[in-house]
Structure formats: structure tokens, C-alpha cells
């Protein structure tokens, strides 16, 4: 089967689901070149045939030069990022639409903070296409309330570099590295990802001042760097909690995030949680993070309330203090849980996962 992948960009962080499509089909690949400051793929991983497209741009509103004119090749089959922003991708469905080619967009669908006339034309976007992957049961439910048809909708999910996390954690072991920096055997949570105020750092950490005046003493690690920095530091002085709070920095080493996310004993994002949730459940930490779906990031489906972790209601501090307590008391047993967060992942989060996906609907395309 001929493939044609196109892309606004091929992200580095979904290398190896691209490298099992490019393994499983003959593959060529259409894509931006780097426009910002995520990191994009080796295009040395791939055999297939890979072109980076000069892209113009006017704010979010894009145009790929080259893309609709790719309708007019023979594929059997398009996958396509399914920005709406994308003036080439509208172009290339309605020749795709007059030219019977079979396109599959991947795209996040409906995440439920669409109103109005942009709900309208997500919608319409997915209609164009044969068929849609998406990253959530949720965005499946609110596609299908607006009328798209729930037989061209597959739920795609996420992953991240599987293999590499699974080799490291089939040999890590518990260590000491909290005790030593906190001088401590106090419970540690951790954050990963960038600093940044969307993250709502600031609301963890009022909640972390909150616990300590109480009988319920945690550290907290934050993992990464970001423009909130600065003021999340000036925070932590505010309210004396130097002690407690160790700004580890950025860390792009898998086995020290390993080891860092492995020890920890609970995961906290109170803003939306994204690929942080996949990241931390795979070395077996459960997540809490807020209940506002609408705002969050599909990778919260991970979160199963109660077995992988918990949410609280957005921005209220006394909400996410009651949920850290509450989940601690809940859950002495810290191997089973590492042992829930491993089965969520193994099951359903996964390059695994997602090209099983993409091969069922290829081959009865």
C-alpha cells in the first residue's frame, strides 16, 4: 500500500509511531520545516521518501505550497494533520472530495471549547475527509453530537518513545535520589514539562503551603524549565517553602527523567496535563490534574479517577489539597498502584497501540 503522509510538522516526541507507519507502508512524507520551538523528527529513522514544504504563515492561518496538488497523485491512501487553520488542507480535501482519494485525517476533532462557527467548521473539515483519527473517546462523543458520523471516527490516543521508556524500566530500581536532596523520607511529588503559566504551577504550589502547615509534610520537584520560572521561585521564598521545593531544571536524559518520575510518588499538573500523564504513568506514578475537560488535553484519559489518579476541581486550592490528601489516604499500597499506571499505558498509549489502529482502517480501506 502507497502512503502519503503530510504534516504541519513532524514532531520528534511521535518518532516512533512514524517509524512503524514508514516500516508497514511504502511512505512518502510531506511536511513544514521548523516554525517554532518544537523539536521535529530525524528524517534518518525514515526509508520512505521525505520533502519539507515551504509553508507561509499569518498568525495561526497556514498554507503549505505543493499540498493540493498532491490529489491529483495516485495514493491509496492520505494521512493528514487536521488543522482547520490550514488553507492548503481545505484546498486538498474539496480535489481530494472531486477526485474520490481516501484521506484520513489525524487531529484532536473536537476538544469541547469550540463554539460557534468554529465548531461548525471542525466539523465540516472531518466530513470532507473519508475518515478521522483522533486522540479521545471524548472528542469521538462531541464529534458525534454534532453530527459527524461515529463509523468514520478512530480513536488514535498518543504515545511517546515507548520501546526506549520500557527498556529503562524493566531494570530501574528504587533509589535514594529525594532523601539525599530533601534529607527527608517526607512523600515527594513531582511535575514535569515546561514552566509555564498555563501550567498553573502557582496553584500547586499554594496547595504544597497548605499541606505543610499540617500534619501532611511533602516535597515537590519540578522537572523542566519555562518562562514562569522566575516567578514560581519568588513564590516559593514568599512562603518558605525553600526547603521543599527543588527546581531541578530541564532534563532531556530518559534515564534521569526515569529515575526522577519512577521515585516519585505522585504526579501533579494543575493546568492541562498533556503528554505529562503519559510520561509519568509509564514509569508507574499516577497523575492528578483539573476537572474542566473542556480545557484539558486529551492525554487525561489516562487519568482514571481513583486507580491512575484523580482530578480536582480547576484553580481551587482547597479542591487540589483535599485530592492530594485524599488520594494518599486511599492508596498505601504504592506497587499497585505502579502496577495500575503500567496496564493503562501498556494497554492503550502506544506506537503499538496506534498502528493497530491505523492498520485496521488502512486495510479495509
Excluded at 469541547?112 to 468554529?118: V, W
Excluded at 473519508?130 to 478512530?154: E, H, M, P, W
Excluded at 532523601?179 to 509555564?196: E, P, Q, V, Y
Amino acid at each position: 500500500m502507497k502512503v502519503c503522509q503530510i504534516y504541519n510538522i513532524a514532531s520528534h516526541y511521535r518518532a516512533a509511531i512514524y517509524s512503524l507507519i514508514d516500516r508497514t507502508y511504502d511512505c512518502d512524507m510531506y511536511c513544514s520545516k521548523k516554525f517554532n520551538d518544537i523539536n521535529t523528527l530525524d528524517y534518518s529513522l525514515l526509508s520512505g521518501n521525505v520533502k519539507e514544504l515551504r509553508t507561509i504563515r499569518c498568525g495561526s492561518i497556514s498554507y503549505q505550497v505543493g499540498v493540493p496538488s498532491l490529489a491529483f497523485k495516485k495514493y491509496d491512501v492520505y494521512l493528514v494533520t487536521g488543522d482547520t487553520w490550514s488553507v492548503s488542507t481545505w484546498l486538498f480535501l474539496l480535489l481530494s472530495r472531486i477526485f474520490n482519494r481516501k484521506v484520513y485525517l489525524w487531529t484532536h476533532g473536537l476538544l469541547g471549547r469550540e463554539k460557534g462557527i468554529r465548531q461548525k467548521l471542525n466539523v465540516l473539515f472531518i466530513k470532507l475527509a473519508t475518515g478521522a483519527f483522533i486522540y479521545s473517546n471524548r472528542s469521538k462523543q462531541l464529534l458525534v453530537s454534532a453530527g459527524v458520523s461515529a463509523d468514520i471516527l478512530y480513536v488514535i490516543h498518543n504515545s511517546l518513545d515507548y520501546d526506549t521508556q520500557l527498556a529503562i524500566r524493566r531494570h530501574i530500581k528504587p533509589s535514594p535520589i529525594f532523601a539525599n536532596h530533601f534529607s527527608s523520607g517526607s512523600k515527594t511529588i513531582i511535575f514535569i514539562g515546561r514552566l509555564t503559566r498555563v501550567k498553573r504551577l502557582d496553584v500547586l504550589i499554594d496547595a504544597l503551603s497548605v499541606l505543610n502547615k499540617t500534619a501532611n509534610v511533602f516535597n515537590l520537584v519540578l522537572v523542566g524549565t519555562g518562562q514562569d520560572r522566575p516567578f514560581l521561585e519568588e513564590k516559593v521564598n514568599k512562603l518558605e517553602l525553600q526547603d521543599c521545593v527543588w527546581f531541578y531544571g530541564a532534563s532531556y536524559n530518559e534515564e534521569s527523567n526515569a529515575e526522577l518520575i519512577y521515585n516519585a510518588d505522585l504526579c501533579v499538573a494543575p493546568g492541562n496535563i498533556g503528554l505529562t500523564a503519559m510520561h509519568t504513568m509509564v514509569y508507574g506514578t499516577p497523575c492528578i490534574s483539573n476537572n474542566d475537560y473542556d480545557s484539558q488535553m486529551p492525554e487525561h484519559e489516562a487519568i482514571i479517577a481513583g486507580k491512575t489518579g484523580d482530578f480536582f476541581d480547576k484553580d481551587d486550592v482547597d479542591s487540589l489539597v483535599a485530592t492530594i490528601k485524599r488520594w494518599f489516604e486511599n492508596h498505601k499500597d504504592r506497587e499497585t498502584v505502579r502496577k495500575d499506571c503500567y496496564e493503562e499505558i501498556d494497554a492503550r498509549w502506544t506506537p503499538e497501540f496506534q498502528l493497530n489502529v491505523i492498520k485496521e482502517v488502512f486495510d479495509n480501506a
